[in-house]
Protein backbone atom coordinates (compact mmCIF):
# COMPACT_ATOMS: atom_id res chain seq x y z
CA UNK A 1 0.00 0.00 0.00
CA UNK A 2 1.72 3.43 -1.08
CA UNK A 3 1.39 6.27 1.23
CA UNK A 4 3.08 9.61 1.20
CA UNK A 5 4.48 10.07 4.43
CA UNK A 6 5.43 13.01 6.55
CA UNK A 7 3.12 16.41 5.95
CA UNK A 8 0.66 14.96 7.58
CA UNK A 9 2.96 12.38 10.12
CA UNK A 10 1.05 8.98 9.53
CA UNK A 11 2.60 6.23 7.97
CA UNK A 12 1.13 3.12 6.56
CA UNK A 13 2.12 -0.51 7.85
CA UNK A 14 2.36 -2.98 4.20
CA UNK A 15 -0.93 -4.93 4.35
CA UNK A 16 1.39 -8.06 4.62
CA UNK A 17 3.57 -6.45 7.45
CA UNK A 18 1.64 -7.24 10.45
CA UNK A 19 -1.53 -8.91 11.39
CA UNK A 20 -5.20 -7.27 11.85
CA UNK A 21 -4.83 -5.60 14.84
CA UNK A 22 -1.71 -4.29 15.41
CA UNK A 23 -0.26 -1.03 15.94
CA UNK A 24 0.96 0.53 12.60
CA UNK A 25 4.71 1.77 12.70
CA UNK A 26 4.40 5.90 13.90
CA UNK A 27 7.03 8.52 12.56
CA UNK A 28 10.28 8.57 14.85
CA UNK A 29 10.82 11.69 16.06
CA UNK A 30 13.79 13.65 14.52
CA UNK A 31 15.69 12.24 11.29
CA UNK A 32 19.34 11.24 13.03
CA UNK A 33 22.29 12.60 11.59
CA UNK A 34 23.49 10.87 8.84
CA UNK A 35 19.88 9.10 8.24
CA UNK A 36 17.64 10.11 5.26
CA UNK A 37 14.82 12.49 5.77
CA UNK A 38 11.51 11.46 6.57
CA UNK A 39 9.91 14.56 4.65
CA UNK A 40 11.36 15.96 1.17
CA UNK A 41 10.20 18.19 -1.32
CA UNK A 42 8.98 14.98 -3.34
CA UNK A 43 6.56 14.28 -0.70
CA UNK A 44 5.55 17.74 -0.28
CA UNK A 45 4.63 17.90 -4.31
CA UNK A 46 2.88 14.76 -3.87
CA UNK A 47 0.75 15.53 -0.12
CA UNK A 48 0.17 18.99 -2.11
CA UNK A 49 -1.24 16.85 -4.94
CA UNK A 50 -3.40 15.02 -2.65
CA UNK A 51 -5.17 18.20 -1.43
CA UNK A 52 -5.69 19.84 -4.79
CA UNK A 53 -2.93 22.53 -4.22
CA UNK A 54 -0.60 23.79 -6.91
CA UNK A 55 2.89 24.95 -5.89
CA UNK A 56 5.85 26.09 -7.25
CA UNK A 57 9.41 24.70 -6.80
CA UNK A 58 10.41 27.58 -4.98
CA UNK A 59 7.49 27.72 -2.84
CA UNK A 60 8.12 23.89 -1.80
CA UNK A 61 11.21 24.71 -0.81
CA UNK A 62 10.38 27.65 1.30
CA UNK A 63 7.80 24.83 2.80
CA UNK A 64 10.38 22.83 3.55
CA UNK A 65 11.80 23.27 7.14
CA UNK A 66 8.42 23.89 8.11
CA UNK A 67 6.45 21.08 7.29
CA UNK A 68 9.72 19.07 8.31
CA UNK A 69 8.67 19.46 11.79
CA UNK A 70 5.19 17.99 11.78
CA UNK A 71 6.03 14.91 12.60
CA UNK A 72 7.61 15.78 15.99
CA UNK A 73 4.40 17.79 16.71
CA UNK A 74 1.87 15.47 15.60
CA UNK A 75 4.03 12.55 17.81
CA UNK A 76 4.17 15.07 20.99
CA UNK A 77 0.46 15.49 20.42
CA UNK A 78 -0.45 11.97 19.88
CA UNK A 79 1.66 10.39 23.09
CA UNK A 80 -1.19 11.89 25.09
CA UNK A 81 -4.84 10.19 24.79
CA UNK A 82 -7.76 11.66 24.68
CA UNK A 83 -11.13 10.14 25.90
CA UNK A 84 -14.10 9.72 23.28
CA UNK A 85 -15.79 11.97 25.67
CA UNK A 86 -14.12 14.85 25.23
CA UNK A 87 -15.20 17.34 22.76
CA UNK A 88 -13.76 20.63 20.82
CA UNK A 89 -13.56 23.63 22.57
CA UNK A 90 -16.09 25.42 19.99
CA UNK A 91 -19.84 24.37 20.32
CA UNK A 92 -22.21 24.48 18.01
CA UNK A 93 -25.07 26.42 18.65
CA UNK A 94 -27.84 26.25 15.89
CA UNK A 95 -29.71 29.47 16.45
CA UNK A 96 -28.19 32.52 14.73
CA UNK A 97 -28.50 36.20 16.47
CA UNK A 98 -31.48 37.58 16.64
CA UNK A 99 -33.01 33.85 17.10
CA UNK A 100 -36.30 34.39 18.81
CA UNK A 101 -38.45 31.50 20.47
CA UNK A 102 -41.70 30.45 18.92
CA UNK A 103 -44.49 30.67 21.34
CA UNK A 104 -45.40 26.94 22.46
CA UNK A 105 -48.85 25.52 23.41
CA UNK A 106 -49.71 24.44 26.75
CA UNK A 107 -49.42 20.58 27.07
CA UNK A 108 -52.31 18.70 25.57
CA UNK A 109 -52.23 15.40 24.45
CA UNK A 110 -54.29 13.15 22.31
CA UNK A 111 -57.10 12.46 25.41
CA UNK A 112 -57.97 9.04 23.97
CA UNK A 113 -58.94 6.48 25.84
CA UNK A 114 -56.71 3.06 25.93
CA UNK A 115 -60.16 0.96 26.47
CA UNK A 116 -59.61 -2.26 28.63
CA UNK A 117 -56.12 -3.66 28.18
CA UNK A 118 -55.95 -6.90 25.64
CA UNK A 119 -55.94 -10.43 26.82
CA UNK A 120 -53.50 -11.51 24.09
CA UNK A 121 -49.84 -11.08 24.65
CA UNK A 122 -49.30 -10.31 21.06
CA UNK A 123 -51.57 -7.54 21.59
CA UNK A 124 -50.10 -6.19 23.99
CA UNK A 125 -46.89 -6.88 22.92
CA UNK A 126 -47.87 -4.00 20.10
CA UNK A 127 -50.02 -1.48 22.37
CA UNK A 128 -48.21 2.36 22.33
CA UNK A 129 -46.51 3.94 25.08
CA UNK A 130 -49.91 6.36 25.64
CA UNK A 131 -51.84 2.97 26.20
CA UNK A 132 -49.28 1.29 28.37
CA UNK A 133 -49.33 4.25 30.44
CA UNK A 134 -52.92 4.04 30.67
CA UNK A 135 -53.17 0.87 32.16
CA UNK A 136 -50.30 0.98 34.01
CA UNK A 137 -51.53 4.06 36.14
CA UNK A 138 -55.02 2.12 36.40
CA UNK A 139 -52.97 -1.00 37.23
CA UNK A 140 -55.02 -2.90 34.84
CA UNK A 141 -51.33 -4.27 33.65
CA UNK A 142 -48.29 -4.11 35.84
CA UNK A 143 -44.91 -3.47 35.20
CA UNK A 144 -43.20 -6.94 36.17
CA UNK A 145 -45.56 -8.72 33.59
CA UNK A 146 -44.78 -6.23 30.77
CA UNK A 147 -41.54 -6.28 31.42
CA UNK A 148 -41.12 -10.32 31.25
CA UNK A 149 -43.56 -9.75 28.17
CA UNK A 150 -40.60 -7.92 26.59
CA UNK A 151 -37.63 -9.90 27.65
CA UNK A 152 -39.39 -13.20 26.49
CA UNK A 153 -39.97 -11.59 22.88
CA UNK A 154 -36.37 -10.56 22.93
CA UNK A 155 -35.41 -13.64 23.68
CA UNK A 156 -37.41 -15.08 21.39
CA UNK A 157 -37.22 -12.69 17.98
CA UNK A 158 -33.77 -11.27 18.99
CA UNK A 159 -31.56 -13.51 17.82
CA UNK A 160 -33.20 -13.87 14.11
CA UNK A 161 -33.14 -10.18 13.80
CA UNK A 162 -29.76 -9.97 15.27
CA UNK A 163 -31.11 -6.73 17.11
CA UNK A 164 -30.02 -7.03 20.78
CA UNK A 165 -26.49 -6.48 22.33
CA UNK A 166 -27.62 -7.52 25.72
CA UNK A 167 -30.10 -7.99 28.10
CA UNK A 168 -30.77 -6.11 31.17
CA UNK A 169 -32.88 -8.35 32.52
CA UNK A 170 -31.82 -8.38 36.63
CA UNK A 171 -32.05 -4.35 36.37
CA UNK A 172 -35.37 -4.22 34.31
CA UNK A 173 -37.07 -6.76 36.64
CA UNK A 174 -35.84 -4.65 39.84
CA UNK A 175 -36.68 -1.44 37.90
CA UNK A 176 -40.69 -2.98 36.93
CA UNK A 177 -40.98 -4.29 40.74
CA UNK A 178 -40.14 -0.96 42.47
CA UNK A 179 -42.78 0.86 39.74
CA UNK A 180 -45.20 -1.45 40.66
CA UNK A 181 -44.67 -0.67 44.10
CA UNK A 182 -45.10 3.13 43.44
CA UNK A 183 -47.99 2.89 41.34
CA UNK A 184 -50.15 0.66 43.68
CA UNK A 185 -49.26 3.53 46.26
CA UNK A 186 -50.32 5.80 43.63
CA UNK A 187 -47.44 8.07 43.38
CA UNK A 188 -46.80 8.54 39.45
CA UNK A 189 -43.63 10.02 38.22
CA UNK A 190 -45.06 10.78 34.97
CA UNK A 191 -46.62 8.80 32.02
CA UNK A 192 -43.36 6.65 31.28
CA UNK A 193 -43.47 5.01 34.41
CA UNK A 194 -43.60 1.32 34.32
CA UNK A 195 -43.14 1.16 30.85
CA UNK A 196 -40.21 -0.87 29.45
CA UNK A 197 -37.70 0.68 26.47
CA UNK A 198 -34.75 -0.32 25.12
CA UNK A 199 -31.01 1.44 24.38
CA UNK A 200 -29.18 2.21 21.06
CA UNK A 201 -25.68 0.40 22.09
CA UNK A 202 -23.84 3.75 22.82
CA UNK A 203 -25.70 4.79 25.94
CA UNK A 204 -23.51 3.76 28.75
CA UNK A 205 -25.30 1.66 31.29
CA UNK A 206 -23.49 1.03 34.78
CA UNK A 207 -21.74 -2.68 35.11
CA UNK A 208 -23.39 -3.26 31.89
CA UNK A 209 -21.37 -3.89 28.42
CA UNK A 210 -21.86 -0.93 26.51
CA UNK A 211 -19.66 -1.69 23.14
CA UNK A 212 -20.59 0.76 20.63
CA UNK A 213 -21.28 -2.31 18.08
CA UNK A 214 -17.56 -2.35 17.11
CA UNK A 215 -15.31 -5.21 17.56
CA UNK A 216 -12.39 -3.01 19.30
CA UNK A 217 -14.33 -2.16 22.45
CA UNK A 218 -15.97 -5.53 23.12
CA UNK A 219 -16.10 -6.11 26.43
CA UNK A 220 -16.57 -1.83 27.27
CA UNK A 221 -18.51 -1.92 30.74
CA UNK A 222 -19.27 1.76 32.36
CA UNK A 223 -19.45 2.49 35.71
CA UNK A 224 -22.44 5.29 35.16
CA UNK A 225 -25.58 5.70 33.16
CA UNK A 226 -25.47 7.76 30.11
CA UNK A 227 -27.51 11.00 30.95
CA UNK A 228 -30.49 10.34 29.35
CA UNK A 229 -30.61 6.74 31.69
CA UNK A 230 -30.89 9.20 34.19
CA UNK A 231 -33.64 10.85 33.19
CA UNK A 232 -35.46 7.76 31.84
CA UNK A 233 -35.30 6.63 35.54
CA UNK A 234 -36.04 9.57 36.95
CA UNK A 235 -39.38 8.97 34.81
CA UNK A 236 -39.99 5.45 35.89
CA UNK A 237 -39.21 4.09 32.83
CA UNK A 238 -37.72 0.39 32.68
CA UNK A 239 -34.62 -0.46 30.64
CA UNK A 240 -34.65 -3.88 29.33
CA UNK A 241 -32.32 -4.47 26.48
CA UNK A 242 -29.37 -2.58 24.74
CA UNK A 243 -30.05 -3.01 21.17
CA UNK A 244 -27.74 -3.24 18.39
CA UNK A 245 -26.01 -0.16 16.13
CA UNK A 246 -23.60 -0.63 12.94
CA UNK A 247 -20.48 -0.22 14.40
CA UNK A 248 -19.46 2.66 15.69
CA UNK A 249 -23.09 4.54 14.31
CA UNK A 250 -22.45 3.52 10.53
CA UNK A 251 -24.88 1.12 9.29
CA UNK A 252 -26.28 -2.01 9.94
CA UNK A 253 -23.67 -4.20 10.37
CA UNK A 254 -22.38 -4.70 13.76
CA UNK A 255 -20.62 -7.52 15.47
CA UNK A 256 -23.54 -9.53 16.00
CA UNK A 257 -23.94 -9.93 12.39
CA UNK A 258 -26.75 -7.51 10.42
CA UNK A 259 -29.82 -6.47 11.98
CA UNK A 260 -32.76 -7.03 10.00
CA UNK A 261 -35.96 -5.24 8.98
CA UNK A 262 -39.21 -7.24 10.54
CA UNK A 263 -41.03 -6.80 7.77
CA UNK A 264 -38.33 -8.76 5.86
CA UNK A 265 -35.80 -10.38 7.43
CA UNK A 266 -33.87 -11.09 4.11
CA UNK A 267 -33.17 -6.77 4.23
CA UNK A 268 -31.31 -4.63 6.57
CA UNK A 269 -32.87 -2.49 8.74
CA UNK A 270 -30.70 0.25 7.89
CA UNK A 271 -28.64 2.02 10.77
CA UNK A 272 -27.42 3.23 12.59
CA UNK A 273 -30.03 3.04 15.19
CA UNK A 274 -30.82 -0.62 13.61
CA UNK A 275 -32.17 -2.38 16.66
CA UNK A 276 -33.65 0.57 18.14
CA UNK A 277 -35.92 0.16 14.63
CA UNK A 278 -35.92 -3.19 14.19
CA UNK A 279 -36.85 -3.97 18.18
CA UNK A 280 -39.61 -1.38 18.25
CA UNK A 281 -41.22 -2.45 14.89
CA UNK A 282 -41.07 -6.67 15.79
CA UNK A 283 -42.68 -5.12 19.22
CA UNK A 284 -40.13 -6.56 21.44
CA UNK A 285 -39.80 -3.11 23.07
CA UNK A 286 -42.57 -0.19 23.33
CA UNK A 287 -39.87 1.95 22.45
CA UNK A 288 -35.98 3.27 22.03
CA UNK A 289 -33.74 5.67 22.23
CA UNK A 290 -31.72 6.16 19.27
CA UNK A 291 -29.46 8.93 17.99
CA UNK A 292 -28.70 10.92 14.15
CA UNK A 293 -25.49 12.14 12.97
CA UNK A 294 -26.79 12.45 9.57
CA UNK A 295 -29.64 10.07 8.96
CA UNK A 296 -29.70 7.27 11.54
CA UNK A 297 -32.92 8.06 13.48
CA UNK A 298 -34.71 8.47 9.72
CA UNK A 299 -33.48 6.03 7.93
CA UNK A 300 -33.91 2.70 10.32
CA UNK A 301 -37.55 4.55 10.90
CA UNK A 302 -38.13 4.76 6.83
CA UNK A 303 -36.85 0.75 6.79
CA UNK A 304 -39.11 -0.53 9.98
CA UNK A 305 -41.87 1.49 9.60
CA UNK A 306 -41.31 3.30 12.78
CA UNK A 307 -41.62 6.55 13.97
CA UNK A 308 -39.02 8.60 14.88
CA UNK A 309 -38.14 12.36 16.20
CA UNK A 310 -34.69 13.72 15.80
CA UNK A 311 -34.54 16.99 17.86
CA UNK A 312 -33.15 20.29 17.60
CA UNK A 313 -29.38 20.02 18.30
CA UNK A 314 -28.37 20.28 21.90
CA UNK A 315 -32.49 19.64 22.93
CA UNK A 316 -31.15 16.01 24.71
CA UNK A 317 -27.79 15.71 26.60
CA UNK A 318 -25.61 12.94 25.04
CA UNK A 319 -23.29 12.93 28.10
CA UNK A 320 -22.52 9.42 28.29
CA UNK A 321 -23.21 8.43 24.89
CA UNK A 322 -20.16 7.49 22.14
CA UNK A 323 -19.38 10.81 20.62
CA UNK A 324 -19.15 10.23 17.06
CA UNK A 325 -19.26 14.07 15.66
CA UNK A 326 -19.35 16.44 18.24
CA UNK A 327 -21.42 19.06 16.31
CA UNK A 328 -24.08 16.75 14.80
CA UNK A 329 -24.71 13.94 17.09
CA UNK A 330 -28.48 14.34 18.10
CA UNK A 331 -30.35 12.16 20.51
CA UNK A 332 -33.94 10.82 20.22
CA UNK A 333 -36.87 8.57 20.81
CA UNK A 334 -37.51 5.58 18.25
CA UNK A 335 -41.53 4.88 18.72
CA UNK A 336 -44.49 2.98 17.03
CA UNK A 337 -46.47 6.21 17.16
CA UNK A 338 -46.10 10.00 17.30
CA UNK A 339 -47.31 10.47 20.45
CA UNK A 340 -45.40 8.02 22.13
CA UNK A 341 -42.39 9.88 20.81
CA UNK A 342 -43.48 13.28 22.17
CA UNK A 343 -44.40 11.17 25.46
CA UNK A 344 -40.51 10.33 25.50
CA UNK A 345 -39.47 13.65 24.39
CA UNK A 346 -40.38 15.63 27.34
CA UNK A 347 -38.95 13.84 29.58
CA UNK A 348 -35.77 13.61 28.00
CA UNK A 349 -35.17 17.38 26.78
CA UNK A 350 -32.99 19.77 28.77
CA UNK A 351 -29.68 21.13 29.91
CA UNK A 352 -27.05 19.20 31.86
CA UNK A 353 -23.85 19.65 32.69
CA UNK A 354 -22.05 16.78 31.16
CA UNK A 355 -23.08 18.52 27.34
CA UNK A 356 -22.13 21.25 26.64
CA UNK A 357 -24.03 21.41 23.98
CA UNK A 358 -27.14 20.96 25.78
CA UNK A 359 -29.35 23.75 26.41
CA UNK A 360 -32.93 24.13 28.14
CA UNK A 361 -35.82 25.85 25.68
CA UNK A 362 -39.49 25.64 26.68
CA UNK A 363 -41.52 22.51 25.38
CA UNK A 364 -45.48 22.46 24.49
CA UNK A 365 -47.48 20.46 22.01
CA UNK A 366 -51.28 20.13 21.60
CA UNK A 367 -52.64 17.27 19.57
CA UNK A 368 -55.96 18.39 19.63
CA UNK A 369 -55.67 21.57 17.73
CA UNK A 370 -56.61 21.57 14.27
CA UNK A 371 -53.90 21.85 12.07
CA UNK A 372 -56.13 23.75 9.32
CA UNK A 373 -54.79 26.80 7.77
CA UNK A 374 -50.97 25.82 8.85
CA UNK A 375 -48.50 27.05 6.61
CA UNK A 376 -46.40 23.57 5.29
CA UNK A 377 -43.43 24.04 3.12
CA UNK A 378 -43.32 22.10 0.07
CA UNK A 379 -41.07 21.48 -3.20
CA UNK A 380 -43.27 20.28 -6.56
CA UNK A 381 -39.99 18.67 -7.86
CA UNK A 382 -39.73 16.40 -4.44
CA UNK A 383 -43.22 14.58 -5.49
CA UNK A 384 -42.48 14.44 -9.61
CA UNK A 385 -40.34 12.50 -11.39
CA UNK A 386 -40.61 7.93 -11.58
CA UNK A 387 -38.08 7.69 -8.94
CA UNK A 388 -41.22 9.09 -6.61
CA UNK A 389 -42.83 6.45 -4.67
CA UNK A 390 -47.20 6.95 -4.92
CA UNK A 391 -47.17 6.02 -1.07
CA UNK A 392 -45.06 9.64 -0.97
CA UNK A 393 -47.57 11.30 -3.50
CA UNK A 394 -50.71 9.85 -1.34
CA UNK A 395 -48.88 11.30 1.29
CA UNK A 396 -49.28 15.26 0.00
CA UNK A 397 -52.40 14.40 -0.89
CA UNK A 398 -53.30 13.52 2.94
CA UNK A 399 -51.68 16.47 4.09
CA UNK A 400 -53.46 18.66 1.58
CA UNK A 401 -56.59 17.27 3.17
CA UNK A 402 -55.80 17.86 6.38
CA UNK A 403 -56.64 21.86 5.60
CA UNK A 404 -53.34 23.21 5.53
CA UNK A 405 -51.81 26.04 3.19
CA UNK A 406 -48.90 24.63 0.90
CA UNK A 407 -46.62 27.04 0.07
CA UNK A 408 -43.05 26.62 -1.78
CA UNK A 409 -40.53 26.15 -0.22
CA UNK A 410 -36.91 27.10 -1.98
CA UNK A 411 -33.38 26.54 -0.38
CA UNK A 412 -30.60 28.73 -1.49
CA UNK A 413 -28.42 26.92 -4.07
CA UNK A 414 -24.86 26.23 -2.27
CA UNK A 415 -22.46 23.64 -2.02
CA UNK A 416 -23.93 21.83 0.68
CA UNK A 417 -22.11 18.65 0.15
CA UNK A 418 -18.99 20.54 0.99
CA UNK A 419 -20.84 19.61 4.88
CA UNK A 420 -19.71 16.12 4.65
CA UNK A 421 -16.03 17.28 5.44
CA UNK A 422 -17.24 18.24 9.17
CA UNK A 423 -18.28 15.06 9.86
CA UNK A 424 -15.78 12.94 8.73
CA UNK A 425 -12.90 15.15 10.22
CA UNK A 426 -14.83 14.94 13.72
CA UNK A 427 -15.50 11.43 13.15
CA UNK A 428 -11.64 10.67 12.12
CA UNK A 429 -11.11 12.34 15.49
CA UNK A 430 -12.54 10.67 17.10
CA UNK A 431 -11.51 7.66 16.65
CA UNK A 432 -8.18 8.79 15.69
CA UNK A 433 -6.98 5.84 18.16
CA UNK A 434 -7.97 2.89 15.86
CA UNK A 435 -6.35 4.26 12.72
CA UNK A 436 -3.25 4.84 14.29
CA UNK A 437 -2.98 1.56 16.48
CA UNK A 438 -4.58 -0.69 13.28
CA UNK A 439 -7.06 -1.76 15.64
CA UNK A 440 -9.44 -0.45 12.56
CA UNK A 441 -8.57 -3.75 10.88
CA UNK A 442 -10.89 -5.69 13.59
CA UNK A 443 -14.22 -3.83 12.17
CA UNK A 444 -16.65 -6.36 9.99
CA UNK A 445 -17.36 -4.06 7.71
CA UNK A 446 -14.23 -3.10 5.14
CA UNK A 447 -14.83 -1.39 1.96
CA UNK A 448 -14.44 1.76 0.67
CA UNK A 449 -17.70 3.34 1.95
CA UNK A 450 -17.22 1.96 5.35
CA UNK A 451 -15.09 3.62 8.68
CA UNK A 452 -11.76 2.61 8.84
CA UNK A 453 -11.40 4.04 5.47
CA UNK A 454 -13.29 6.93 6.09
CA UNK A 455 -11.19 7.62 8.98
CA UNK A 456 -7.93 7.32 6.84
CA UNK A 457 -8.53 8.82 3.87
CA UNK A 458 -10.20 12.76 6.55
CA UNK A 459 -6.58 12.90 7.59
CA UNK A 460 -5.49 13.87 3.88
CA UNK A 461 -8.28 16.51 4.21
CA UNK A 462 -6.28 20.23 4.72
CA UNK A 463 -7.53 21.95 7.79
CA UNK A 464 -8.43 25.06 5.73
CA UNK A 465 -10.50 22.57 3.84
CA UNK A 466 -12.60 22.04 7.65
CA UNK A 467 -12.90 25.48 7.98
CA UNK A 468 -14.03 26.60 5.11
CA UNK A 469 -17.10 23.72 5.13
CA UNK A 470 -17.90 24.65 8.66
CA UNK A 471 -18.41 28.73 7.17
CA UNK A 472 -20.68 27.00 4.63
CA UNK A 473 -22.61 25.45 7.51
CA UNK A 474 -23.33 28.89 8.63
CA UNK A 475 -24.64 29.71 5.64
CA UNK A 476 -26.70 26.65 5.32
CA UNK A 477 -28.31 27.69 8.79
CA UNK A 478 -29.10 31.22 7.32
CA UNK A 479 -30.23 29.63 4.35
CA UNK A 480 -32.97 27.27 6.30
CA UNK A 481 -33.69 30.44 8.55
CA UNK A 482 -34.85 32.15 5.27
CA UNK A 483 -36.26 29.49 3.22
CA UNK A 484 -38.73 28.65 6.57
CA UNK A 485 -39.89 31.86 7.27
CA UNK A 486 -43.41 32.27 7.08
CA UNK A 487 -43.81 28.90 7.59
CA UNK A 488 -44.77 26.62 10.32
CA UNK A 489 -42.86 23.69 8.76
CA UNK A 490 -42.05 21.43 5.60
CA UNK A 491 -43.30 18.45 4.56
CA UNK A 492 -41.99 16.12 1.99
CA UNK A 493 -40.46 12.57 0.97
CA UNK A 494 -37.57 11.81 4.14
CA UNK A 495 -34.68 12.01 1.35
CA UNK A 496 -35.88 14.41 -0.95
CA UNK A 497 -33.62 17.09 -2.33
CA UNK A 498 -30.52 18.01 0.09
CA UNK A 499 -33.49 17.89 3.00
CA UNK A 500 -31.34 15.43 4.74
CA UNK A 501 -27.78 16.42 4.93
CA UNK A 502 -29.39 20.35 5.66
CA UNK A 503 -31.22 19.90 8.27
CA UNK A 504 -28.55 16.90 10.28
CA UNK A 505 -25.90 20.10 9.81
CA UNK A 506 -28.61 23.06 10.85
CA UNK A 507 -29.34 21.19 13.65
CA UNK A 508 -33.31 21.69 12.69
CA UNK A 509 -35.74 19.20 14.34
CA UNK A 510 -37.54 16.39 12.38
CA UNK A 511 -40.29 13.63 12.56
CA UNK A 512 -40.27 10.66 10.40
CA UNK A 513 -43.51 8.83 10.02
CA UNK A 514 -44.67 5.37 8.32
CA UNK A 515 -46.92 6.83 5.07
CA UNK A 516 -47.67 3.27 3.56
CA UNK A 517 -45.60 0.25 2.13
CA UNK A 518 -43.97 0.73 -1.38
CA UNK A 519 -45.04 -3.49 -1.19
CA UNK A 520 -46.80 -5.86 1.23
CA UNK A 521 -43.26 -6.21 2.53
CA UNK A 522 -41.57 -2.81 2.39
CA UNK A 523 -42.84 0.05 4.88
CA UNK A 524 -42.06 3.52 3.37
CA UNK A 525 -42.03 7.12 5.50
CA UNK A 526 -42.17 10.91 5.25
CA UNK A 527 -40.79 13.65 7.09
CA UNK A 528 -41.64 17.09 8.14
CA UNK A 529 -38.71 19.43 9.69
CA UNK A 530 -39.76 22.01 11.88
CA UNK A 531 -37.84 25.44 13.20
CA UNK A 532 -35.40 25.40 15.72
CA UNK A 533 -36.42 24.65 19.34
CA UNK A 534 -39.94 24.13 18.32
CA UNK A 535 -40.82 20.34 17.87
CA UNK A 536 -44.17 20.89 19.16
CA UNK A 537 -45.69 22.23 15.69
CA UNK A 538 -44.24 18.88 13.72
CA UNK A 539 -45.63 16.80 16.24
CA UNK A 540 -48.92 18.34 16.05
CA UNK A 541 -48.67 18.03 12.32
CA UNK A 542 -47.60 14.62 11.98
CA UNK A 543 -49.88 13.63 14.86
CA UNK A 544 -52.30 14.68 12.26
CA UNK A 545 -51.39 12.89 9.01
CA UNK A 546 -51.04 9.68 10.81
CA UNK A 547 -54.29 9.77 11.81
CA UNK A 548 -55.43 10.29 8.25
CA UNK A 549 -53.36 8.23 6.41
CA UNK A 550 -54.48 4.98 9.08
CA UNK A 551 -51.27 3.03 8.48
CA UNK A 552 -49.14 3.01 11.75
CA UNK A 553 -50.79 -0.21 13.35
CA UNK A 554 -49.81 -2.40 10.90
CA UNK A 555 -47.34 -5.13 12.27
CA UNK A 556 -44.76 -7.63 10.67
CA UNK A 557 -45.37 -11.29 10.75
CA UNK A 558 -42.59 -12.86 12.52
CA UNK A 559 -41.79 -16.06 12.39
Known amino acids: MAVVAGATGLTARAASAAPSGDARRQPEPGGGEGSEPRITSASIAAAAAVMGLDLTDAEIEQMLPVVARNPDRFAERRAFSIPNEVGQA ?203 TLGSIVSPSMRCGTTGLRPTFGRISRAGAMALCWSLDKVGPICRCVEDCGLVFEALHGQEPGDPSSRTAPFGVDLRRSVEGMRVGYAPAWFDGPRVSDVDRAALDAMRGLGVELVEFRLADLPYGAMRTILEVEAASAFEELTLSGRDDMLAWQSPRAWPNTFRCSRMVPAVEYVQAERIRRMACEAMRDAMDGMDAVFGPSFAGNMLLVTNFTGHPCVVLRAGFRDAQTPHGVSLWGHLDDEGTILALAHAMEQRLGVWEVRPTLA
Open 90 to 292: SVFDPRLAGFAQRPQPAMRWSGRDAGPPPSDDEDLAFAPVWRLSQWLRTRRVRSVDLTRLCLSRLERYGPALECVAALCAERALASAERADEELDAGRVRGPLHGVPYGLKDLFDTARIPTQWGAEPYRGRTPDADADVVVRLDRAGAVPVAKLSLGALAYGDIWYGGTTKNPFNVEMGSSGSSAGSAAATAAGLVPFALGTE
